[in-house]
């Protein structure tokens, strides 16, 4: 299993925001690139982005500064999401050397358009699902749709994406703990990877996510328990690759 840490981009600054809300953030620091360098030095497999800016734009605002770190790390994969709306996007980001790209809010509005981009960009394209008591949200988590999480998992496996990202928005950023149950039933539920996503908080998360990882879970981000010191990436990326995943 996967231990990914995450580098949420705000005017060019590594925030932390709590659950998604753009005026309740925390920076951690004012250089994006040699934070990523920080986690590759401990270790990481894979770097998780999030264009926070581009999220709530509808179009990439921080590309500039996700191309430096794909430049600096060339070795190391590297996901991206936020703001990715339409197929140019998509390219450009492909181009740049990123191997993921995360769709999100356009997912659930449209989803023929991760049918075709799955199609187009086979092994490249990843589905970020956020939901609350099992109802996905969309537009930054402002809205919750009434679409069921593991129905529109079932239905972006079909269209042939890489994995889910699955995240409770109501652990993000809040420090609560991961949830494993519903991360779990998620990954029963389809036959693609599921990465988890929100609270984690320690490395009892980790331990709890890793007796799941056999369902299906090949990975679990983590934000702000890597900065604020409550999880030691090194420690816990460790023990996140001796568990298997089917």
């Given at each position: 299993?996967?231990?990914?840490?995450?580098?949420?981009?705000?005017?060019?600054?590594?925030?932390?925001?709590?659950?998604?809300?753009?005026?309740?953030?925390?920076?951690?620091?004012?250089?994006?690139?040699?934070?990523?360098?920080?986690?590759?030095?401990?270790?990481?497999?894979?770097?998780?982005?999030?264009?926070?800016?581009?999220?709530?734009?509808?179009?990439?605002?921080?590309?500039?500064?996700?191309?430096?770190?794909v430049a600096a790390f060339p070795d190391v994969p590297v996901q991206i999401g936020g703001g990715i709306?339409?197929?140019?996007?998509?390219?450009?980001?492909?181009?740049?050397?990123?191997?993921?790209?995360?769709?999100?809010?356009?997912?659930?509005?449209?989803?023929?358009?991760?049918?075709?981009?799955?199609?187009?960009?086979?092994?490249?394209?990843?589905?970020?699902?956020?939901?609350?008591?099992?109802?996905?949200?969309?537009?930054?988590?402002?809205?919750?749709?009434?679409?069921?999480?593991?129905?529109?998992?079932?239905?972006?496996?079909?269209?042939?994406?890489?994995?889910?990202?699955?995240?409770?928005?109501?652990?993000?950023?809040?420090?609560?703990?991961?949830?494993?149950?519903?991360?779990?039933?998620?990954?029963?539920?389809?036959?693609?990877?599921?990465?988890?996503?929100?609270?984690?908080?320690?490395?009892?998360?980790?331990?709890?996510?890793?007796?799941?990882?056999?369902?299906?879970?090949?990975?679990?981000?983590?934000?702000?328990?890597?900065?604020?010191?409550?999880?030691?990436?090194?420690?816990?990326?460790?023990?996140?690759?001796?568990?298997?995943?089917?």
């Amino acid at each position: 299993m996967l231990l990914i840490p995450a580098i949420d981009l705000k005017e060019g600054k590594c925030v932390r925001l709590r659950q998604g809300r753009m005026d309740d953030d925390t920076v951690f620091s004012d250089d994006p690139v040699a934070v990523a360098g920080k986690w590759v030095a401990a270790g990481a497999k894979r770097i998780h982005l999030v264009d926070l800016d581009g999220a709530f734009a509808g179009k990439p605002v921080n590309a500039n500064i996700i191309k430096a770190i794909v430049a600096a790390f060339p070795d190391v994969p590297v996901q991206i999401g936020g703001g990715i709306r339409d197929e140019e996007t998509i390219q450009a980001y492909l181009d740049a050397g990123v191997e993921y790209v995360i769709i999100g809010t356009k997912a659930v509005n449209e989803p023929h358009f991760v049918s075709n981009m799955a199609l187009e960009y086979p092994r490249h394209i990843i589905v970020g699902l956020d939901a609350k008591e099992g109802k996905v949200a969309i537009d930054g988590w402002s809205k919750l749709s009434k679409h069921d999480v593991i129905d529109l998992a079932k239905h972006f496996e079909a269209d042939g994406v890489e994995a889910i990202i699955y995240t409770d928005i109501s652990r993000d950023g809040m420090m609560q703990g991961v949830n494993v149950e519903a991360t779990a039933r998620l990954a029963r539920a389809i036959k693609i990877p599921v990465i988890a996503s929100g609270g984690i908080t320690s490395i009892d998360d980790i331990k709890a996510l890793g007796a799941v990882a056999h369902e299906g879970i090949m990975g679990a981000i983590t934000g702000r328990a890597i900065y604020e010191g409550t999880l030691d990436f090194a420690e816990a990326e460790k023990l996140a690759e001796s568990f298997c995943v089917s």
